[in-house]
């Protein structure tokens, strides 16, 4: 079974997918070694980590050249996110999803944003077909910022997500994101109406596992949380060094460098 084959299985589990999100080589290929059935990335984690802020700064190759050095490193599914294409035009996009599938990717992450659902669901069919050009079933996750950017008033969120899962699902979608939808009442009530299998992102207020599953979800993303937690501890440690000059202070959360060697020392 491909790649693409196993990710498109881990959502069709009893349980969600649990989705930790890697935002280079190294991140994921220790994701992959603590037990992690598949692996995404955060375009956020990875703009950052080349020197982007966020939201469509870094180019379509960049993002690639990422996905590339990841599939090297790990033998488990990846997913990229792929913010939205990083063009307007449909022909473009799938210009650019055609590296991520000569890297091997089992899916990518592709969102609306401000942009109309039309828009998305032309890049869609854009993608499917140039997949299906590759012999490929790619898993689009289609995410809408119907929630997170608050695109619509507060009463008409649930009746316009469904809306916009129709319509992607039509397009050729595989699977639905609404990040920043942590309501348990509203996650049922999208579920329910859902062909797609529904994927919502950690964040405070989300139910615990068990509970979404209860309520349909089919998968969490950790979005930017690795990163944040990774980064944070970066500037913890190098701060108390700065301050005391103690180098101790490394040997306390350091994961020990034979262990790192060893991760990589099989890689072609």
Known sequence: MNTVEKFIRLHRQTKPLLLPNAWDA???????????????????????????????QMSAILNAQVAERIVRVITIPLSVDFENGYSDDPAVVA???????DAGVAGINIEDGRDSP??????????????????????????????????VPEADRIRKTINREKHY??????????????????????????????NVMAMPGLPKADRLADLGVKRVSAGTGVAQVSWQTVARV????????????????????????????GVN
């Open 26 to 56: 190294a991140s994921a290929k220790i994701i992959e070694e603590v037990g992690a059935p598949a692996i995404a990335t955060t375009s956020a984690g990875v703009a950052w980590s080349l020197g982007y802020p966020d939201g469509y």
């Open 95 to 101: 210009e650019h999803v055609k590296r991520l599938l």
């Open 118 to 151: 039309d828009r998305l669901a032309r890049k869609i069919e854009a993608i499917r077909r140039a997949a299906e050009s590759y012999g490929s079933n790619l898993f689009i996750n289609a995410r809408t910022d119907v929630y997170l950017a608050s695109l």
């Open 169 to 198: 699902a039509a397009a050729g979608a595989s699977g639905l994101f609404v990040p920043g939808l942590t309501d348990g009442e509203e996650i049922a009530r999208i579920a329910e109406n859902n062909t797609l299998p529904l």
């Open 238 to 265: 190098v701060q108390a060094f700065l301050t005391d000059g103690d180098s101790a202070v490394f040997a306390e959360v350091a994961m020990p460098f034979g262990k790192l060697q060893d991760l990589f020392s």
